[in-house]
């Protein structure tokens, strides 16, 4: 087959040229790829900054930055891992590419709002780092609780808009992938032949579009209280600063499963790829994706039993988070299942999904823990809760971010990577991973508070050991991203089909050209058909 130029080499058909073609492109493939980019920035920066975190934690007393110092990084950490990287990074740079393709058609619907939607992007993770050097970055933590956020002098007022951006972007993303979903895929494609994939973006976009709006009010109020001082949230005038944590959680929960759900459906396009095997319960694992995401919506209050509610509201928002926790096991037993007497090919993006799977859920058990009030009061906002978040939130969305990139990489360049250097990449990440976040949980069993610049003695064994985790950990990040950039530097050498996958995107060939087929797409009566799938993948699939 003719090879097809890449998106680096080729011209836009526009009247634009050079950088022009980029910046205002309505190709859904470039704003993918240029997201792509943008958030590995930014999630590298996130990682460093961590890692410093970390470092200073590994001894008691002020060793490399003051607490001050401390504060604003935790913060800076938070915001670009939340909103510049965990939300936006599946969704943006995978739904962006692949949605279209998935469905058969050339674009999304709305091809001027989709790079309206990545200057946004951009926009906000711009007005944080100018949040930096004006009055300094606020020291309030990603949440941004009052009534210290209102009364802080640090500069809150920016790092809040800035969110307030990005939560735009999220909602036209969302809005978008709906429309697209609704009235552009192929007429002979029924709601049952729709990839995983797409329907878990279908479900999040909706999340996105109802639940973004309740945490952009709420952020502009937090502004409003800082230069106007209505009285909203700030106890002194009258206010309740409980409210605020209302407001925030309707969003910032369901918020989780925007980061998860696209992850979740990563999987479920990886696994049955790697096990040659039609996946297990596809319309239950459609059905448990609308239903996580209505259900997640209900639970916000699980965040708050030590603020103070009736036993009523603690019962009511307990029982709902078990519930929650239902259609995330269906997913997990029909990816067990689908594994089962499957034909197994081991690959890069199935160890990872692997991971994904054991990590989420350890995540997840973790979280019935604090899901239980009894034991969620014994360790609320101790290092158990830090633990369990990036269980679920790194070793969740984290990894599946990592197995999409090691999954469609040769699809979106025509270039395969080093299989052994992924490996290495993937075995450091998710040791580190382990070695980093066990201790926290034994940490906060031990009643180590999260948030805090210094501890007591006993806390002193856990947190040294903890900071060789983080070390292992961004080394293998860091291998992974870089094996697969240094191929952008070598010749195409991917098949249109180098997995042996079923869905549309693998009739295409690799990079896939301006308006995604050369011919007209065949929809399979079932997406995941492998019965016609001839088995000749071996070479190609070895990373040579």
């Given at each position: 087959?003719?090879?097809?130029?890449?998106?680096?080499?080729?011209?836009?058909?526009?009247?634009?040229?050079?950088?022009?073609?980029?910046?205002?492109?309505?190709?859904?493939?470039?704003?993918?790829?240029?997201?792509?980019?943008?958030?590995?920035?930014?999630?590298?920066?996130?990682?460093?900054?961590?890692?410093?975190?970390?470092?200073?934690?590994?001894?008691?007393?002020?060793?490399?930055?003051?607490?001050?110092?401390?504060?604003?990084?935790?913060?800076?950490?938070?915001?670009?891992?939340?909103?510049?990287?965990?939300?936006?990074?599946?969704?943006?740079?995978?739904?962006?590419?692949?949605?279209?393709?998935?469905?058969?058609?050339?674009?999304?619907?709305?091809?001027?709002?989709?790079?309206?939607?990545?200057?946004?992007?951009?926009?906000?993770?711009?007005?944080?780092?100018?949040?930096?050097?004006?009055?300094?970055?606020?020291?309030?933590?990603?949440?941004?609780?009052?009534?210290?956020?209102?009364?802080?002098?640090t500069n809150v007022s920016t790092a809040v808009f800035a969110a307030f951006v990005l939560g735009i972007a999220s909602?036209?993303?969302?809005?978008?992938?709906?429309?697209?979903?609704?009235?552009?895929?192929?007429?002979?494609?029924?709601?049952?032949?729709?990839?995983l994939f797409t329907w878990s973006l279908y479900a999040t976009s909706w999340v996105q579009l109802l639940a973004t709006?309740?945490?952009?009010?709420?952020?502009?109020?937090?502004?409003?209280?800082?230069?106007?001082?209505?009285?909203?949230?700030?106890?002194?005038?009258?206010?309740?600063?409980?409210?605020?944590?209302?407001?925030?959680?309707?969003?910032?929960?369901?918020?989780?499963?925007?980061?998860?759900?696209?992850?979740?459906?990563?999987?479920?396009?990886?696994?049955?790829?790697?096990?040659?095997?039609?996946?297990?319960?596809?319309?239950?694992?459609?059905?448990?994706?609308?239903?996580?995401?209505?259900?997640?919506?209900?639970?916000?209050?699980?965040?708050?039993?030590?603020?103070?509610?009736?036993?009523?509201?603690?019962?009511?928002?307990?029982?709902?988070?078990?519930?929650?926790?239902?259609?995330?096991?269906?997913?997990?037993?029909s990816w067990v299942a689908t594994l089962y007497k499957g034909s197994i090919q081991m690959t890069p993006p199935l160890?990872?999904?692997?991971?994904?799977?054991?990590?989420?859920?350890?995540?997840?058990?973790?979280?019935?823990?604090?899901?239980?009030?009894?034991?969620?009061?014994?360790?609320?906002?101790?290092?158990?809760?830090?633990?369990?978040?990036?269980?679920?939130?790194?070793?969740?969305?984290?990894?599946?971010?990592?197995?999409?990139?090691?999954?469609?990489?040769?699809?979106?360049?025509?270039?395969?990577?080093?299989?052994?250097?992924?490996?290495?990449?993937?075995?450091?990440?998710?040791?580190?991973?382990?070695?980093?976040?066990?201790?926290?949980?034994?940490?906060?069993?031990?009643?180590?508070?999260?948030?805090?610049?210094?501890?007591?003695?006993?806390?002193?064994?856990?947190?040294?050991?903890?900071?060789?985790?983080?070390?292992?950990?961004?080394?293998?990040?860091?291998?992974?991203?870089?094996?697969?950039?240094?191929?952008?530097?070598?010749?195409?050498?991917?098949?249109?089909?180098?997995?042996?996958?079923?869905?549309?995107?693998?009739?295409?060939?690799?990079?896939?050209?301006?308006?995604?087929?050369?011919?007209?797409?065949?929809?399979?009566?079932?997406?995941?058909?492998?019965?016609?799938?001839?088995?000749?993948?071996?070479?190609?699939?070895?990373?040579?």
């Open positions: 087959m003719e090879t097809v130029k890449s998106f680096f080499e080729t011209p836009s058909p526009a009247r634009f040229k050079g950088i022009w073609s980029w910046l205002l492109t309505t190709d859904h493939k470039r704003i993918g790829l240029m997201y792509l980019f943008s958030i590995l920035f930014w999630f590298l920066l996130a990682v460093l900054l961590g890692g410093v975190i970390r470092l200073e934690l590994m001894f008691q007393g002020e060793t490399f930055i003051s607490a001050e110092v401390y504060n604003s990084l935790f913060t800076l950490h938070g915001v670009i891992m939340i909103f510049l990287f965990i939300i936006p990074a599946l969704p943006a740079v995978f739904g962006n590419f692949f949605l279209p393709m998935q469905i058969g058609t050339d674009d999304v619907f709305f091809p001027k709002l989709n790079l309206l939607s990545w200057y946004l992007y951009m926009a906000g993770g711009i007005i944080a780092i100018i949040s930096l050097f004006s009055d300094g970055f606020p020291d309030t933590g990603w949440t941004f609780y009052v009534p210290f956020s209102i009364s802080t002098h909602m036209l993303t969302g809005l978008n992938f709906i429309t697209t979903i609704h009235r552009m895929r192929k007429k002979q494609m029924g709601w049952m032949q729709i990839p709006p309740v945490v952009s009010i709420t952020l502009l109020l937090v502004i409003i209280e800082r230069y106007v001082g209505v009285g909203l949230f700030d106890p002194s005038r009258g206010g309740d600063p409980i409210l605020y944590q209302h407001l925030f959680w309707m969003y910032s929960h369901p918020a989780v499963y925007i980061m998860i759900l696209p992850g979740m459906g990563v999987i479920s396009e990886i696994i049955p790829v790697f096990s040659r095997k039609s996946i297990f319960g596809y319309k239950a694992i459609v059905a448990s994706s609308m239903a996580i995401a209505i259900a997640g919506s209900l639970v916000w209050a699980h965040h708050m039993y030590t603020s103070g509610m009736s036993d009523t509201a603690i019962f009511v928002f307990s029982l709902l988070t078990f519930v929650v926790a239902i259609p995330s096991a269906i997913k997990v037993f160890f990872l999904a692997l991971c994904f799977i054991y990590l989420f859920s350890v995540g997840g058990l973790t979280g019935l823990v604090l899901g239980a009030a009894g034991t969620d009061i014994y360790v609320h906002d101790t290092h158990f809760v830090v633990a369990h978040f990036h269980f679920t939130m790194f070793g969740g969305t984290g990894f599946a971010f990592f197995a999409a990139l090691h999954y469609w990489w040769p699809k979106m360049f025509g270039r395969m990577y080093d299989f052994k250097k992924a490996y290495i990449g993937a075995i450091l990440l998710t040791g580190g991973f382990m070695f980093h976040y066990v201790p926290m949980f034994i940490l906060g069993l031990q009643g180590m508070p999260r948030r805090y610049f210094d501890y007591l003695p006993q806390y002193a064994k856990g947190n040294f050991f903890a900071g060789f985790g983080a070390a292992f950990m961004i080394i293998g990040i860091f291998l992974m991203v870089i094996n697969l950039l240094i191929t952008l530097r070598k010749p195409m050498d991917a098949k249109a089909d180098p997995w042996g996958g079923t869905t549309l995107e693998w009739q295409t060939p690799s990079p896939p050209p301006l308006h995604n087929f050369v011919t007209e797409p065949c929809v399979l009566d079932y997406p995941y058909d492998f019965t016609g799938v001839v088995k000749k993948y071996s070479k190609n699939t070895k990373g040579e």
